[in-house]
T-cell receptor, first 116, second 115 residues
Framework: GALVYQYPRRTICKSGTSMRMECQAV??????VAWYRQSPQKTFELIAL?????????EQNFTQEKFPISHPNLSFSSMTVLNAYLEDRGLYLC????????????FGEGSKLTVL | GEQVEQLPSILRVQEGSSASINCTYE??????FPWYKQEPGENPKLIID?????ERKQTQGLIVLLDKKAKRFSLHITDTQPGDSAMYFC??????????????FGKGTKFSLIP
């Protein structure tokens, strides 16, 4: 079956430092990877959508300078939260989507960021 | 883009009864509607989905209905059990051809059983 591995599961970092998280799709080819942040209130914010062989598209309020993403192949993506501050805390989820624009999106386990 | 409204935000029912969560969307060209269940401390897990070429889908005690005319879709949990308690999220896929290929999520429903 389709699985998405995401690590680390949780990170505690000091204000101003950075955190890198990785996402690996197993058992299917992910044509796109979406990075979301889930707030403590449980709402989802789309950070960026990464499609192999296309430019990474960032949503409003999120920039490449703050959340650089690498998506070198169909099974792997990484994102870094640079200079993390309190407002960056939350659960970061990668969602890998199978082929087709109605392909199912499977989430990784999430990377919980706590900023001190 | 797309906007998804999800209601209710909190839902409590007696064990064994059924429960329903409703979502509406704005863009009539949206064509894929998944539902996710998220338990405390866990990631959201896809539990059922429906595509725009269907009106009804059922699996393991879950039923989803899609009314394209009303731009509404719903999740029905039959014979609720303690293991059903969780956050539930609906989502709608951005229309094809927009280049975004992304899901827009509702704000979630916190579902639990009345003791």
């Amino acid at each position: 079956g389709a699985l998405v591995y995401q690590y680390p599961r949780r990170t505690i970092c000091k204000s101003g430092t950075s955190m890198r998280m990785e996402c690996q799709a197993v058992g299917f080819q992910a044509t796109s990877v979406a990075w979301y942040r889930q707030s403590p209130q449980k709402t989802f914010e789309l950070i960026a959508l990464s499609t192999v062989n296309s430019a990474i598209k960032y949503e409003q309020n999120f920039t490449q300078e703050k959340f650089p993403i690498s998506h070198p192949n169909l099974s792997f993506s990484s994102m870094t939260v640079l200079n993390a501050y309190l407002e960056d805390r939350g659960l970061y989820l990668c969602g890998a989507r199978a082929q087709g624009n109605t392909g199912q999106l499977y989430f990784g386990e999430g990377s919980k960021l706590t900023v001190l | 883009g797309e906007q998804v409204e999800q209601l209710p935000s909190i839902l409590r029912v007696q064990e064994g009864s059924s429960a329903s969560i409703n979502c509406t969307y704005e863009n009539s060209a949206s064509n894929y509607f998944p539902w996710y269940k998220q338990e405390p401390g866990e990631n959201p897990k896809l539990i059922i989905d429906i595509r725009s070429n269907m009106e009804r889908k059922q699996t393991q005690g879950l039923i989803v209905l899609l009314d394209k005319k009303a731009k509404r879709f719903s999740l029905h949990i039959t014979d609720t059990q303690p293991g059903d308690s969780a956050m539930y999220f609906c989502a709608a896929s951005s229309p094809p051809g927009t280049g975004s290929n992304r899901l827009t999520f509702g704000k979630g429903t916190k579902f639990s059983l009345i003791p």
